[in-house]
């Protein structure tokens, strides 16, 4: 077998791009991991798309089983997972005809000529057979036995033909791995952890991956040979992430940096499980994990762990944020903190559950009854999942208020390289709770009121058996000071009005420009949530090219930072590409008046950096037009 060591004397590639593509039981979405991870250790920079499939039970074999998983790794810094890959990797030929147009022109297609008999055939839709005729031609085809191949290899194993079959995707991985000069040995440790205690397992996945490394080296597939040098990355201990595991351990850092225990109460729903699975892990950091029968179930435990002094957390996609309106505002009644992570996905109702989408943001704003004002953070990317979450957690301990974090199916599954922090720079998170009498009433007695606010608008928290402290709790409308139930009309404007101030005056960053922008432009790209890769690599684009554009991107969603109108009203014009309708662009034209355009795309999928540098190039185009028209008719 060919070590890593070896590798330099492969050509070098600065970037490549490669899809994984199967049928949903091949196991892509491992080899995708795998090839990502070994590359992560190699020091590559990365960015990955997980596809899962349209119908998580398609039938075997079928266009809407095909499930795909994409990687970029290069040499240097990159935002998105590609536009287009280099290498399409099919397993059989429905991944074949989904996920052909998506390849290069002169690609790299490799195929399991195995997988390629009528009956396969016939259920992709193919009247014959892609591999015998031209159609192929533009591609450079390599055409491999995958299957009979895994299973020569795992025959002197002693292990069944049906079983070692399993194996091929691992054959696939042992192939590229050779391919694109990726070290072997924490692919095989892999192995070894992830089937201790099934030694035929593991050595038929070792056998098969074997088989596919040595496959390339005496088919003369050598001058498919490269290698993509490790990337410049800052000094420091790296990590592959994705977006639900940095968001977790996010959590439980905030749980430290707090103080306070965690506890999580969610129903599974795809794609948040995850958060559940892996927050499940960490009891050793004090955190407590409620798999609920229902959302509002869920919710309503998260509500009651912060009245009683944890860090509450519930987390769910769309239609669970639905559900949960109405508890929602119970907490923003009793002004609790509480973190409601939405992991959006496609579609209303059950809608698309595996493909994503950003189309909850007018929901997290507005989507409740009678002004209950939330505020909204969205992370960027992968890793910024970890900070957005210790972000969110500050503002709703330190404020006293229930808040929404964003993130959406392609941040949740995609990964890249994260360099883990030192906890010592991480700034602690303050949190004060009500110990003694702050009022006194009309006989002169000393009295605690629970609404009784400081000059931020924050109420005191009296934990439940804190000595003497008693105060009522519930929904219905409390009296401004006392806590007492009121229906008093005055007491209620005012009630909402504090509720409302008190949110929009959570100091948040200013609006700062993109590092990559020059702040020279007369186009502003204004981004949120997981739109960043796309739009930060576009921009790179087009300023390398010559054109000007600038580009910010909102953490922050609701309160907004304080300086954007001014920046917004800079710009001579505003584009927003957003991943539903138009939600933020409407927000943008209401609290600022300005003519905000929107760059619109509802299909599941993220943007590439092409679609939306095409569309800057048209807008930079019609501003140029523009420009010279107004010049003629000044001069």
């Excluded at 039981?25 to 070994?38: I, K, Y």
């Excluded at 998580?56 to 040499?75: C, E, K, M, N, W």
């Excluded at 195995?114 to 014959?128: H, I, M, V």
């Excluded at 600022?592 to 619109?600: G, R, T, W």
Aim: proline share 6%.
């Amino acid at each position: 077998m060919t070590d890593i060591a070896e590798a330099p004397l492969a050509p070098a590639l600065d970037q490549v791009i490669i899809r994984f593509a199967g049928d949903s039981g091949d196991g892509m979405q491992l080899t995708g991991d795998r090839f990502t991870s070994a590359s992560a250790m190699f020091g590559n920079d990365l960015a990955t798309l997980p596809e899962y499939p349209a119908e998580i039970r398609a039938p075997a074999g079928t266009l809407a089983g095909v499930s795909a998983f994409q990687v970029h790794i290069s040499d240097h810094d990159i935002t998105t997972p590609g536009d287009a890959p280099d290498v399409l990797v099919a397993m059989n030929p429905a991944a074949l005809k989904s996920d052909l147009h998506t390849l290069v022109q002169g690609g790299t297609l490799i195929v399991n000529k195995d997988t390629f008999e009528d009956r396969n055939l016939a259920k992709a839709g193919y009247d014959r057979d892609p591999l015998a005729g031209e159609d192929l031609a533009g591609y450079r085809l390599i055409e491999v036995p995958m299957t009979s191949l895994t299973k020569d290899a795992c025959a002197e194993l002693g292990v069944k033909p049906r079983d070692a079959d399993r194996s091929k995707n691992f054959f696939a991985l042992g192939l590229l791995s050779w391919m694109y000069s990726r070290p072997v040995e924490p692919t095989l440790d892999w192995i070894n952890a992830k089937f201790a205690g099934k030694e035929k397992v593991i050595a038929a996945n070792k056998a098969a991956f074997n088989a596919g490394h040595a496959y390339g080296e005496t088919a003369e597939l050598g001058a498919q040979r490269v290698i993509v040098n490790a990337a410049p990355l800052e000094k420091g201990t790296y990590t592959n992430i994705n977006g639900n595991t940095a968001l977790s351990w996010g959590l439980v850092a905030a749980s430290q940096l707090s103080g306070l225990p965690l506890y999580l109460g969610s129903y599974p729903i795809t794609p948040a499980s995850d958060v559940l699975h892996e927050l499940s892990k960490h009891k050793a950091f004090g955190v407590t994990t409620f798999q609920a029968e229902d959302e509002i179930a869920a919710i309503g435990a998260a509500i009651g762990a912060s009245y009683g002094g944890s860090l509450g957390v519930t987390t769910t996609s769309g239609p669970g944020v639905a559900l949960k309106g109405e508890s929602m505002g119970l907490a923003v009644s009793l002004e609790l903190p509480l973190i409601v992570v939405d992991i959006q996905r496609g579609g209303p109702s059950t809608g698309l559950p595996t493909k994503t989408e950003a189309a909850d943001l007018l929901m997290a704003l507005y989507g409740r009854h009678g002004e209950a004002p939330m505020p909204v953070v969205a992370p960027k990317t992968p890793s910024d999942c970890f900070d957005v979450a210790i972000e969110a957690a500050r503002i709703a301990l330190e404020h006293q208020t229930p808040v929404m974090l964003l993130s959406d199916g392609y941040l949740a599954n995609g990964s890249e390289p994260w360099r883990l922090p030192d906890v010592s720079d991480l700034p602690s998170i303050e949190v004060e709770y009500a110990t003694t009498f702050n009022m006194l009433d009309e006989d002169g007695n000393e009295v605690f009121w629970p609404y009784l606010r400081d000059e931020n608008l924050k109420r005191p928290i009296a934990l439940p058996g804190t000595p003497d402290l008693m105060h009522r709790i519930g929904g219905i409308e409390k009296e401004d000071g006392s806590g007492n139930v009121s229906y008093e009309p005055e007491n209620h404007e005012r009630m909402v009005h504090l509720r409302n101030d008190r949110i929009a005056s959570i100091p948040v960053p200013d609006a700062v420009l993109e590092p990559d922008s020059g702040g020279d432009a007369d186009l502003l790209i204004v981004g949120w949530g997981s739109t960043w890769g796309a739009i930060a690599g576009a921009c790179r684009r087009v300023r390398a090219s010559g054109g000007r554009v600038d580009h910010v991107h909102l953490t922050h969603l609701n309160p907004l930072p304080a300086n954007l109108g001014d920046l917004l009203h800079s710009y001579r014009r505003v584009v927003v590409p957003e991943l539903n309708l138009g939600q933020l662009v409407k927000v943008l034209r209401a609290e600022y008046l300005v003519d905000a355009q929107l760059l619109s795309k509802v299909k599941g999928q993220p943007f590439t950096a092409g679609e939306v540098e095409y569309a800057v190039s048209e807008v930079l185009t019609e501003l140029s037009a523009t420009g010279n028209t107004e010049a003629e008719e000044a001069g």
